[in-house]
């Protein structure tokens, strides 16, 4: 309770508002690991997605085994495993530098999440009606054709929604970095804290969090939109979705129909 | 539009010289233990439309659906073109062909489905023009003006913009009809197109595949319209238990049918 009453404002004041060079860059490195770790998760996941269903046998127990393994474990030992057991580089590009282990934490985080995305991609594509392929097939076009034109651009709707979880999720789990030294945005509260026993540089840490996710919100509920283009006329507008969004007492009153995707 | 029967059958154009679109020689397929087709054999000449009726499960649409190898046959030939479909000789046994082959044989099959599968993400005028874009590599302001032909030969040149799901079961139909068309195949095959359409939308597309048999198009077709059959067909071809147990012009077949399951089933039809 003591801790409840006695925020130091002035903490909180000065991270949020007068945010220092070495706190900018702990947030970039949060923005970029998240962002890199989840692009990589995504085609990592599409491949084995592929893998899955594909005819050749050893694919198929590749892409088994690799979810077995990667969602089978935490993802701090695999942080840890993959930082410690080979030697990455540190990268340099002009003044922004990549240390080895957020070169590791970016590899660790990738491909953890290639397994989640495995079992989203394959639901989505599953999702879609197998008459599209044989449609697709039938107008001439190869597998990899009909994948790429007709089934993948129907299965991103159904893949775009627990998509956007997985990034929130990721933009979170990146804190994990801050265990084999990268300085990101939970390091940063935690030299703040250690240096003066202020637990309030983790309620600033929490509030920047809250930013980057919500940013993703609004960033999804567009990209959602642009993907219904086929059942445009029925959907929300963006600004509808941002009002229900930030007011569920009015999506409520709007019916189940209107709440979003996870009310469907 | 008028009704089919209205057209009298003498004014086709018969093309001169027969010749062999497809031919489907003692074609086997089981799925499992069970044996649907059970050596079937057909040929369909230029310009014929032939018509393959029969009780359900009889093995019709999985014929149809070896014609252009959306399933595999596990003994037997089939060629179109004079090509084999779907297996090139090797040592004198059939072997699976490359994917890119059946994919390049396939831009010379058109095939209508009996559940449409229009792309639902493309509006009319894309489902047309994609596969002369994407497949055949048509410049896309080609594809697009000969897609808007189409649709409107096909009575919907007021929905090139329209998105399958805006349209009624009858209109994707039609516009399927065109994306099969957009490709100029030598040989289209019907899946019990008009199946899943109320009756006013059957007359519409039943309308839409006679204009195309009258002037000229190679079709098979599968289906359950008798009356289709007997107005539009060259020819009609009963299938029981995954044999053609009768095969003749339509006037034979529905004035004086020889075997005695192809009358009992256009008894129970007609």
């Known amino acids: 309770m003591h801790a409840l009453v006695a925020i130091d404002w002035h903490v909180i004041w000065l991270r949020i508002f007068h945010p220092n060079g070495v706190f900018a860059r702990a947030l970039w490195a949060t923005v970029y690991i998240s962002v890199v770790a989840q692009f990589a998760g995504v085609l990592l996941g599409l491949l084995a997605a592929l893998a899955r269903m594909s005819g050749f046998a050893p694919f198929r127990w590749a892409s088994a085994v690799y979810v077995w393994v990667f969602r089978g474990t ?14 990455w580089p540190t990268l340099h590009f002009g003044f922004w530098t990549v240390t080895d282990a957020a070169v590791a934490a970016t590899v660790a985080l990738s491909i953890n999440e290639g ?21 697709a097939k039938s107008i001439g076009m ?15 709707r159904v893949i775009v929604p627990p998509l956007g979880n997985e990034f929130n999720n ?3 789990t990146t804190s994990l970095a801050y265990t084999i030294g990268v300085y990101e945005l939970f390091a940063d509260a935690e030299q703040g804290y250690s240096r003066t026993f202020v637990a309030d540089y983790f309620l600033a840490a929490a509030f920047w969090y809250l930013v980057l996710t919500t940013l993703w919100t609004l960033v999804q509920a567009r990209l959602e939109r642009r993907l219904a283009v086929s059942e445009r006329g029925d959907e929300l507008s963006f600004r509808e979705r941002l009002y229900l969004a930030w007011n569920p007492w009015a999506a409520w009153m709007r019916g189940p129909a209107t709440r979003g995707w996870w009310s469907r | 539009m008028g009704r089919l029967d209205a057209r009298p059958r003498h004014t086709r154009v018969v093309e001169p010289v027969s010749e062999v679109v497809m031919r489907a020689q003692d074609v086997h397929k089981r799925f499992g233990k069970l044996e649907v087709l059970k050596g079937v054999s057909l040929e369909v000449t230029k310009g014929e439309t032939v018509c393959i009726i029969g009780p359900s499960g009889s093995g019709k649409t999985t014929f149809l659906r070896c014609i252009n190898h959306l399933e595999k046959i596990d003994a037997g030939r089939i060629e179109v073109n004079g090509r084999l479909i779907g297996y ?18 396939r831009r010379h099959i058109g095939m209508v489905f009996q559940r449409f599968n229009l792309f639902p993400h493309k509006t009319a005028l894309e489902n047309v023009s994609e596969g002369p874009v994407h497949v055949l590599g048509i410049p896309k302001e080609d594809a697009i003006d000969k897609a808007r032909v189409l649709l409107s030969r096909v009575g919907l040149g007021d929905k090139l913009d329209s998105y399958p799901g805006k349209l ?12 099969a068309l957009a490709m100029e195949p030598s040989l289209i095959l019907f899946d019990e197109a008009t199946s899943a359409l109320d009756p006013e939308a059957i007359g519409d597309v039943l309308f839409v595949m006679g204009e195309l048999a009258h002037e000229g198009m190679t079709m098979i077709v599968v289906t359950h319209e008798m009356g289709f059959a007997r107005e539009a067909a060259d020819r009609v071809v009963m299938m029981d238990d995954g044999l053609i147990i009768e095969e003749g012009t339509p006037e034979h077949f529905f004035v004086e049918p020889r075997h005695h399951r192809t009358k009992l089933f256009l ?3 007609l």
């Open chain 2, 267 to 269: 008894s129970k039809i």
């Open chain 2, 168 to 179: 009624s079961g009858g209109q994707q139909q039609r516009v399927a009809i065109a994306r």
């Open chain 1, 142 to 156: 190869t597998y990899g054709q009909a994948m790429r034109r007709i089934i993948l651009p129907q299965a991103a």
């Open chain 1, 115 to 135: 397994a989640y995305m495995r079992e989203i991609i394959r639901a989505g594509i599953d999702a879609i009606d197998r008459g599209q392929m044989e449609a």
């Open chain 1, 74 to 87: 935490p993802v701090l030992v695999q942080i840890f495993y993959i930082y410690f057991a080979f030697s």
């Open chain 1, 170 to 172: 990721m933009m979170k």
């Open chain 2, 88 to 105: 090139r000789e090797r040592n004198g046994k059939l072997v699976e062909d490359s994917e890119r082959n059946i994919a390049r044989q």
